[in-house]
């Protein structure tokens, strides 16, 4: 199958599960206003990272579009359209580097600081709201799903008797060289 195909049905499964987390797991969400944390909404963005930028943008809007769907609050839809960015640097320092743990931590406080960010015109400046529950918040719970996406990542490796890197295919390699010319 040709490469462009498998990135785009792996788009397309990662981006319905970013859609349907918000909307069928509701149940796992922990709310502080004007934090809320839906546990494992960010797996399909770190899973999406280890294809290509490409597909982490698309499965960022798929994020957005799901908490859009699921009748959360603006403010909460705005920090969903932070994985765009997040789940694209992400990518692009796997390419760079081969290390989703590097890519994990670097891009922890990019998420919190843009979920901060966005947060700003609904909270007003309240620092202790918008640095301690919603950028903190923030960079707890990425820290929580780069973990719950590493251990799928590992299971699905050794399933196919590859690295973490090679779970979906060859992209990054063909990324990386791409990158290069």
């Given at each position: ?112 600081l843009a979920e901060m ?17 919603t950028a903190l918040g ?20 050794k399933s196919r008797k ?20």
């Open positions: 199958m040709n490469n462009k195909i498998k990135q785009m049905v792996y788009a397309s499964l990662l981006t319905a599960l970013a859609i349907m987390i918000p909307i069928q797991f509701g149940f796992l969400k922990i709310v502080i206003p004007p934090f809320t944390a839906t546990l494992a909404a960010h797996v399909p963005m770190m899973l999406s990272m280890l294809i290509s930028p490409a597909v982490a943008v698309v499965v960022g809007v798929g994020s957005t579009i799901g908490f859009l769907l699921s009748g959360m609050p603006m403010p909460v839809v705005l920090r969903a359209a932070t994985h765009i960015l997040v789940g694209y640097i992400g990518a692009k320092i796997i390419i760079r580097n081969k290390s989703y743990i590097k890519a994990a931590a670097i891009t922890a406080p990019i998420h919190g960010l966005v947060v700003i015109p609904f909270i007003g400046l309240n620092i202790y709201q918008m640095l301690i529950v923030s960079i707890l719970h990425h820290c929580v799903d780069s973990g719950i996406a590493y251990v799928l990542m590992k299971a699905m490796s590859t690295d973490i890197y090679h779970v979906f295919g060859n992209f990054l390699d063909k990324e990386k060289i791409q990158a290069k010319i």
